[in-house]
């Protein structure tokens, strides 16, 4: 147990040396992140569409 202990303050003592992003910043990545999943869920939904397309057409 004496370990848990000694480890969980350690990672206390790291978290305070993280550097955590300003707010514009977050703002910033978050957008970023959220547009590129939208744009791979249309990319992959057209390629999966065309795909499909094509195997319809073989007899």
């Given at each position: 147990?004496?370990?848990?202990?000694?480890?969980?303050?350690?990672?206390?003592?790291?978290m305070?040396?993280?550097?955590?992003?300003?707010?514009?910043?977050?703002?910033?990545y978050?957008i970023?992140?959220?547009?590129?999943?939208?744009?791979?869920?249309v990319?992959?939904?057209?390629?999966?569409?065309?795909?499909?397309?094509?195997?319809?057409?073989?007899?």
């Amino acid at each position: 147990m004496n370990r848990v202990g000694k480890f969980l303050r350690d990672v206390g003592r790291e978290m305070k040396k993280v550097s955590w992003p300003k707010r514009n910043e977050l703002v910033r990545y978050t957008i970023t992140v959220v547009s590129t999943v939208i744009f791979m869920t249309v990319f992959f939904a057209v390629v999966d569409y065309g795909i499909s397309s094509l195997i319809r057409l073989i007899p």
